[in-house]
């Protein structure tokens, strides 16, 4: 019956062979990314560590970087998805300068591109596993906004990765107001980073914050967060407690 | 060494609700704005209202960026039949099309639940109301997504039309005023922004007439 059987093309992604061809599950992996809107434009801060599972196994990855003349982006997740998101975005912005027309990709279009690259492979059950944040400024316009990695994307005045959502975001929620200085608001995302190194066991203290505005993207030296561990409660955290908490 | 499973889901809920209400001569269309995904928000002012022709308005809840996907294909098709038509598409024009584009991934489907709301050619309100593939139906109201099981009884409640099998053909849209529909719009979000974990933080209203497209929001209840 061998007319009967279907003879797959070589590249496609059925079949039992493709799977090894498919993500299954990230192996090099960042920790969160938190982001902010503030008076000149956008502040966004990530450490700089590379997990392999529980393994800290490289620290000194640069999770934001600049994309053309109005955009930044950081990426969580699997570090050579996020390399090769940088390799799309490399052509894009290849291809629109090259019409040389004094016009150049904004943040809102850097955006819709990598939703849509996100989303199309979703579809083809092969993704990036990512989670972006793409933040900018163009013409006066703040732009802040996030997609992941099965392409569910918004954009807002605050947005965090992964366990930023649950620890950052509350923070952000309550402090966070129109028209921050660039000092206060390198201080709340401080504030957020201090949150999530004390509670992220991913999370590590070498960190970079970066700036967007209109003049440019600076991205600061690394730098360590001071940290306190004297308190009270963590001196004998057994003390008291039945079982192993 | 056994076959993987898949540890990753194409699908998310990102939760919210939808209703839509036909009138004489206009249409209401609301949703709220709240998205989120399990037991967090991930943002307060998501609109999930699209204007798909000068009369003809889709609400979609379920998962963003398939709802998303959806609206911008029916955005494009739109485009095209405009080149093609040198007119805008009819409302009950637009249904088809969406019934059609959904059942198009029958097999992989878009994770969306939309209602379609608008003026028919002859300027009366109508509302369709869809399924996850395509199935649908004309009717004087309807209410889709998270808080759709407590919007619903109440709106049959207070719009219930005739039973669509009854001879001759009775009229299903609500002999309501405007006003009087966009408040039970707002009654009724806030009573499932009560109960419906994922309901709240704003509605935003949008009313198709005569002259016309209006948008209104309402504030609500942000836990």
């Known amino acids: ?245 | 060494m056994a076959k993987q499973q898949a540890n990753w889901s194409p699908y998310d809920n990102n939760g919210g609700s939808c209703v839509a209400i036909a009138g004489a001569d206009y249409c209401v269309i609301a949703a709220d704005t709240r998205m989120s995904t399990g037991y967090n928000i991930l943002t307060r002012e998501y609109s999930k209202i699209c204007k798909l022709a000068d009369k003809c308005v889709m609400a979609s809840s379920g998962f963003q960026a398939d709802v998303k996907a959806l609206q911008k294909q029916l955005a494009a098709r739109h485009l095209i039949y405009q080149h093609q038509h040198n007119k805008q598409m009819s409302c009950p024009a637009m249904a088809q099309l969406l019934s059609n584009t959904l059942y198009y991934k029958r097999f992989f489907p878009y994770y969306s639940f939309n209602v379609l709301g608008g003026l028919d050619n002859e300027g009366k309100g109508c509302v369709f109301t869809y399924d996850a593939v395509g199935s649908y139906e004309k009717v004087g109201y309807s209410s889709q997504g998270s808080g759709s099981t407590l919007i619903t009884p109440f709106l049959d409640n207070q719009l219930k039309s005739p039973s669509p099998l009854l001879l001759p053909v009775q009229d299903a849209v609500t002999p309501l005023v405007e006003a009087e529909a966009i408040d039970l719009v707002k009654t009724v979000f806030a009573s499932a922004s009560e109960r419906d974990i994922y309901t709240g933080d704003k509605i935003e209203i949008v009313v198709v007439n005569a002259t016309g497209i209006r948008r209104e929001y309402m504030e609500l209840r942000k836990d």
């Open chain 1, 1 to 245: 019956m061998d007319f009967m059987a279907s003879k797959q093309p070589e590249n496609s992604l059925l079949g039992p062979e493709a799977d090894s061809q498919r993500t299954l599950y990230p192996y090099v992996t960042g920790t969160s990314v938190v982001a902010l809107k503030y008076k000149d434009g956008i502040l966004m801060a990530a450490d700089m560590g590379g997990s392999y599972g529980s393994t800290l196994r490289y620290k000194n990855v640069e999770r934001m970087k600049a994309i053309g003349k109005h955009s930044l982006l950081g990426a969580s997740g699997e570090i050579s998805d996020f390399q090769e998101i940088l390799r799309y975005l490399d052509d894009l912005i290849l291809y629109d300068n090259m019409w040389d027309d004094g016009n150049s990709l904004g943040p809102k279009e850097v955006h819709n591109y990598l939703t849509r690259v996100m989303y199309n492979r979703r579809n083809k059950f092969n993704p990036l596993w990512n989670s972006l944040v793409l933040g900018g400024i163009k013409n006066g316009q703040k732009y802040l906004g996030t997609v992941s990695m099965i392409g569910v994307n918004f954009e807002d005045d605050h947005v965090a990765t992964g366990f930023g959502n649950h620890l950052a975001r509350p923070i952000l929620r309550q402090e966070w107001h129109e028209n921050l200085s660039f000092e206060d608001g390198v201080k709340l995302l401080e504030k957020c980073m201090r949150v999530l190194l004390y509670r992220d066991r991913s999370a590590i203290n070498k960190l970079q914050i970066a700036k967007i505005t209109e003049e440019g993207m600076t991205i600061s030296q690394p730098y360590s967060l001071k940290t306190y561990w004297e308190f009270s409660a963590f001196e004998n955290p057994t003390q008291g407690a039945v079982g192993s908490w």
